[in-house]
């Protein structure tokens, strides 16, 4: 598989973003020299996963983004993440836009921003298909198809991979596989393992889907898993100020405030969303499991104390596992999606840990 | 409906306890005098609602039990407690029976145990059946039934009520409502009014029912609710102990050990509730909401730290406005579900609160 990767065709658009763009309200100028690449890397042959499953092909949808010759730094977001980090023509197309972009913590006018579809999910690298079984996908296996996409794009070492959930979650595990192709690691929000009590709520989740496919409803169904996802990515805190208001009466029954917000952005969610993907991704979280003590690579860990999802005991332990690793706690009613979101406390750990080994 | 309550036929069952009964596997003794009572309190008439619904008459199945002319205590539990405290047959039929009985932290050879189905519940009293609309119930309303009960019963007043969880708020509201008629409170896990984090947990539970309902397969949707409550009860400290180990392959996917003891837990629960029920109940959870500040009735408030449900802020919040209140904060790995399993550290609570006023 390796000896073909060079020659494979390779699918790339160059364009150049406009020179000046919109950063918290303010006018950011952006290096004249980026460039934003995307392509579709395809990998012939049978190619065997983590978990034992095979699929016949693979394709890789990716995007790079920055100054032809700086240094490339890999983003990887959630389960919902793509390739489209930042620089995007609507900025809430970019998943990231509030931490990756001109002048932001991952400042693109410094680093080349690199990203990919995860395997799995709903973008254009290789997914499931409608009822088609799709084998189980483990975060050893996004960190294959990334060193797979540097041979591609003939970067030989990644400056650093910044993670977030899902993302921090590959990120561990490409460290572990892959020494000698990153600098170091940023992780916000990942554990070497997912906790159990995070594992009910997405075992939930994915019953809740597969119930919903099997009645015929899938959308449906997938829009409840989502509203109850969403509501372990905020805190309490958040909850208790945005959603205090009493219920209103809707026909025949109340309504909260905090369900309707839940299921606004569960419909959105599965408006864009494949359900088969999102039952092979979460159960891909829930899968994960690498050696902290076997990750050589220096690691920049952040906490959030707030996360319901990948408690603060848990980030600890782990940081007290890997061989090279600084821990920063922070607080942020954002919670799990702190990574998201605290553009300001994350512009300092960025620095540190970008700039030399933390 | 008040001036009719004295005469009304009251059915009462009489039987006398076994002298002797196991706990904490030491042989107890038990009072010679307990009675084991319990009854059906028909109302006639049209009966008004606190969010403006009506039920054409009312039924309320109560037990007592306990030494003849002991002191009554009020024991409310959650939304799946019923009348059967303790001293069933089974010990497992009692909801309560680690906390009360003979020698427990709510003695029944020192109190008479009231405890009645709650409204809108799976038990004996009134409850929605099948697709037909059933008013939302308040917390207040299960207060009024249980001012009609003692009524009925000729008590004056109770000694007591200890409530956990939609008990404690039931509590709440009684307190509230009829200051006279109650010499203390014993809350654990319940607040003035619900968290919006726990709205939202319980109307994602709310519409998976709704869903598989209208899928014409209701008893999975309250399977899976269920299953989603049970995560939501313990801390994750808990789960973290309890399910360490690796998912299992279970013909082509894998399973997990918490999603297991969830969907079996989840699938007891469905046998034995009626998704209507469940509905009526988490809604009058999310409806409720007294004003601490008009509860004149000395009250103990058991907060524990580790519930995900009712969290430490808010039960701080509310003990800050009643008028007469005492905080106990309590740590516990069973989180909401301490009240049913911490007898150890509630018997000191309970010793206390029960005995002056605290």
Request: proline share 5%; charged share 20%.
């Amino acid at each position: 598989m390796n000896a073909s990767l060079e020659s494979l065709p390779v699918t790339t658009r160059h364009s150049v973003s406009s020179a000046v763009v919109p950063a918290n309200n303010t006018l950011v100028a952006l290096a004249t020299d980026i460039t934003i690449r995307e392509g579709i890397l395809e990998i012939a042959g049978e190619q065997s996963l983590y978990h034992g499953g095979t699929l016949p092909t693979l394709r890789v949808a990716w995007r790079l983004v920055g100054p032809t010759s700086a240094p490339v730094v890999c983003a990887l977001g959630g389960i919902s993440a793509h390739r489209r980090v930042c620089l995007t023509e609507d900025p809430r197309q970019g998943w990231w836009s509030e931490i990756a972009g001109p002048d932001r913590p991952l400042d693109v006018n410094q680093f080349r921003i690199l990203s990919f579809d995860y395997l799995g999910g709903s973008g254009d690298t290789t997914g499931p298909q409608g009822a088609e079984a799709f084998p189980s996908i483990s975060s050893y296996d996004q960190a294959d198809l990334l060193a797979r996409l540097l041979d591609h794009l003939g970067v030989t070492a990644l400056h650093a991979i910044a993670g977030g959930s899902y993302g921090g979650m590959v990120a561990l595990a490409f460290g572990e596989r892959y020494p000698e192709r990153v600098g170091r690691l940023l992780i916000i929000g990942a554990s070497d393992r997912a906790h159990p009590m995070s594992t009910a709520w997405r075992s939930v989740q994915r019953q809740i889907v597969r119930f919903a496919v099997d009645c015929g409803r899938a959308k449906e169904g997938l829009q409840l898993a989502r509203s109850l996802a969403m509501s372990t990515y905020r805190s309490s805190e958040e909850f208790s100020a945005r959603f205090n208001g009493p219920p209103v009466l809707d026909g025949d029954r109340f309504v909260f405030p905090v369900e309707s917000y839940l299921f606004s952005r569960g419909g959105d969610y599965a408006s864009r969303y494949r359900p088969e993907s999102f039952l092979c991704l979460s159960e891909s979280i829930d899968l994960h499991r690498v050696d902290a003590g076997r990750i050589f690579v220096p690691t920049s860990v952040v906490a959030v104390r707030e996360d319901q999802l990948v408690p603060l005991a848990d980030m600890r332990a782990m940081v007290a596992r890997l061989p090279v690793a600084r821990l920063h706690e922070i607080s942020s009613i954002y919670g799990h999606d702190a990574f998201l979101k605290e553009s300001e406390q994350l512009r300092r750990i960025f620095a540190v840990a970008l700039e030399g080994v933390s």
